[in-house]
C-alpha cells in the first residue's frame, strides 16, 4: 500500500506538471483527488487494514492528499497566468501598425454653391423657403400667366405624370405662389432653390434635370432699385467686389417689366474670352418686378404690394467659377470629378 501511495504521487505530479488548462486541470484534479481517486479509496479503506498497519498508512494516505491538494493549488496559479496571456495574445492589437484611413465624404460642388447663395441671401433678411418638385400645372404655369394655350410655355416643356395636372416643375417659381399664399399679407423676403426639369436633349451645356434659386421679395413699398440693389450686392459678394453688374430688357410672363441680369465675366475682367462668349458679359438671372396678377394670385392686393422676383442657375454658377464646360459631369456620379471639389 505504501508503494503505490507513493507510484500514485509521482504519477501525479509528473502529469500535474504537464496540465496547461484550466480544463486539464479539472481532469487532473477527478484523477487525483475525485471520489474515485485511489488517495480517497485508500483513505477509505484504512478501516479493513489490520490494527497495526493504519497509523501508517492512513499518515501516508493523508499527508498525499494534501501534498496533492498543494500543488494543484500551485499548478491553478501558473495556469491562470498562462491562460491569460493566451488571451492577451489572442486580441492582441499592434498599435504602432498605420491606421486604415477612413473616406471622407464632401459636400457636392453645387451644395457647395447653394450654400454659399444661401448664406449671402441671409445676410439680406431672405430665408429658404422648400417647395415640391411635382407640381400643379396651375402653379407651374396657369398663376404665373401662363395659360394651357399660351406661346410662351414652348420654354418650358416639361415631363408629365400619368395624374392629369400633374408634372415636374420647369422652374422654381410656383414655389412664389406657394410662399405667398402661406405668407400673405406680411411682406416676403424668401429664396426658394431646388431641382427643376425640362424636357430637353442633353446637351453640355444643358442636362433634363438642373438647379434654380428663386428670389421673392413682396412689401409695401418694392421698387426696381431694391431688386437692382440685392442683385448688384449679390453678385459681387459671389463674383468679386469689382463686377459690373447690367440689367437687360427681356420678357417673363410672371414679371412686369422683366429684365436680364449680367455680371461681366470674371475670367477676362469684361474683355472678352470663351467663357463669355466674347461679349464681356455672363448671364446670371432673369428677374423682374412681380406681375400684379401674379400678386392677386398669391393673394395680395397690387394697389397695396409691390415685389420683385429673381431666378438664377447654380449649376452655371459653378460651372463659371470652376472653369467647367459640361453640365453633366455634375450628375454623372464619378469620384475622380466629384473629389476635386
Ligand atoms: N422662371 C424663369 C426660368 O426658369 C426664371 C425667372 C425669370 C424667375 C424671371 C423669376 C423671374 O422669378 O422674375 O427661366
Redesign the pocket.
Known amino acids: 500500500m505504501l508503494e503505490q501511495l507513493s507510484d500514485i504521487r509521482e504519477r501525479a505530479m509528473a502529469a500535474l506538471a504537464a496540465v496547461d488548462s484550466l480544463t486539464a486541470l479539472d481532469a487532473w484534479r477527478t484523477e487525483y483527488l475525485g471520489k474515485k481517486s485511489f488517495v480517497t479509496a485508500a483513505l477509505k479503506s484504512i478501516g479493513q487494514l489490520p490494527p497495526e498497519d493504519r497509523p501508517v498508512v492512513g499518515k501516508a494516505a493523508h499527508e498525499l492528499r494534501l501534498a496533492l491538494e498543494a500543488a494543484l493549488e500551485e499548478a491553478r496559479q501558473r495556469v491562470l497566468a498562462l491562460e491569460q496571456e493566451r488571451a492577451a495574445q489572442a486580441e492582441r492589437v499592434d498599435v504602432t501598425l498605420p491606421g486604415r484611413p477612413a473616406t471622407l465624404g464632401r459636400l457636392h460642388p453645387i451644395t457647395q454653391i447653394l450654400y454659399e447663395i444661401y448664406s449671402i441671401f441671409a445676410e439680406m433678411g431672405f430665408q429658404v423657403y422648400d417647395a415640391p418638385e411635382v407640381e400643379t400645372d396651375e402653379l407651374n404655369f396657369q398663376l404665373l400667366n401662363l395659360p394651357p394655350d399660351h406661346p410662351a410655355r414652348d420654354?418650358?416643356s416639361t415631363f408629365y405624370t400619368t395624374r392629369d395636372g400633374i408634372l415636374l416643375r420647369?422652374?422654381?417659381?410656383p414655389g412664389?405662389i406657394r410662399a405667398m399664399r402661406q405668407f400673405c399679407p406680411e411682406p416676403i423676403r424668401v429664396i426658394l432653390p431646388g431641382r427643376?426639369y425640362r424636357y430637353e436633349a442633353v446637351t453640355a451645356r444643358s442636362e433634363s434635370m438642373f438647379h434654380?434659386v428663386?428670389?421673392?421679395a413682396v412689401g409695401p413699398r418694392i421698387t426696381m432699385a431694391d431688386l437692382k440693389g440685392v442683385l448688384t450686392d449679390f453678385a459681387r459678394r459671389l463674383y468679386g467686389e469689382h463686377r459690373q453688374v447690367r440689367f437687360r430688357c427681356s420678357y417673363?410672363p410672371?414679371?412686369e417689366p422683366?429684365m436680364e441680369v449680367d455680371v461681366s465675366c470674371a475670367l477676362c475682367d469684361g474683355a472678352g474670352c470663351r467663357v463669355c462668349k466674347h461679349t464681356g458679359w455672363v448671364e446670371i438671372?432673369?428677374?423682374?418686378m412681380v406681375h400684379p396678377q401674379v400678386l392677386r394670385n398669391g393673394g395680395y392686393d397690387p394697389e397695396q404690394f409691390t415685389g420683385f422676383?429673381?431666378?438664377m442657375g447654380p449649376d452655371r454658377i459653378a460651372m463659371l467659377r470652376y472653369g467647367i464646360d459640361d453640365i453633366r459631369y455634375f450628375y454623372s456620379d464619378d469620384l475622380r470629378f466629384l473629389a476635386q471639389f
Not at 420647369?170 to 417659381?173: F, K, L, R
Open positions: 420654354m418650358w420647369t422652374h422654381t417659381s412664389q427643376v434654380q428663386e428670389g421673392l417673363f410672371f414679371t422683366s438671372a432673369g428677374a423682374g422676383a429673381f431666378g
